[in-house]
């Protein structure tokens, strides 16, 4: 039977159907064919009813994070013997590295790469490495009390509400009358004239890899191929703004 109420989540406070009085699942998804990471407000009332999971994420998630970033913060700033350091945090394939007290910079052999281009590793030394690992806990530390303060603020200002009805989902349209319009009266695109959106239309000239794109079309081309549009019920209007 489909979910026919809706109520805002404890934890991520986006509005969720309800299923028996409970939030449906959400904030996962299924990478693979493998299903990985519910919200931590799935399966449980909604904040208009309730506000204990919003206290319980206060508690066992936020507060604890925060005290263990303020930790971190502190054993840094004593300057330890070593700085863990990532060079690269965008690649998980490669690991932080160790950077010990008083170490220098490191410059690793110029190589070429396969555009011809010249470049060389770089390892920076412990103060840097140490600064930069700082700024980045401090910018955490940050996030995370203003996220404390906000989560705070709701639950002060918790009041019981209703569950609202689940709002009806409107037609898709089917893109059928279409008018080509210009852009600045040099180009022009295929847009929908139902709910304005733009519509995909095949390309004539496939570009270097003879892949298919939106077609852009100038008013005086949108003329010569007034057949092609009669054919898909589409209006061609020059000179829009």
Known sequence: MPAITEGTCQICFRSQKLSRGHLSLH?????????????????????????????????????????????????LRSEPESVLYDPYPRDPNLEPIT????????????????????????????????????????????????HRTEIEGKIASWKPGLVRPVPATPPKCSHVHKRAISRN?????????????????????????GGRR?????PDQALRLG???????VQVVANTA
């Open 27 to 75: 904030g996962y998804h299924v990478p693979f064919g493998e299903f990985i990471g519910v919200c931590c407000g799935a399966r449980h009332a909604p904040f208009e009813e309730s506000c204990d999971r919003t206290k319980w994420y206060l508690n066992s998630l936020i507060i604890p994070k925060l005290d263990d970033v303020i930790s971190i913060l502190a054993r």
């Open 227 to 233: 057949i092609l549009f009669e054919n898909q019920q």
């Open 99 to 146: 950077i010990l007290n008083g170490a220098e910079a490191v410059y690793g052999p110029w190589k070429t790469g396969s555009y011809g281009q010249r470049y060389r590793s770089y390892i920076p030394s412990y103060k840097i490495a140490l600064n930069e690992v700082i700024s980045n806990y401090e910018s955490e530390l940050k996030i995370i009390t203003r």
């Open 185 to 209: 009266g040099r180009y022009g695109l295929v847009v929908c004239s139902d709910c304005g959106k733009n519509v995909p239309q095949p390309s004539y000239s496939g570009g270097r890899r």
């Open 214 to 218: 939106k077609m852009y079309v100038s």
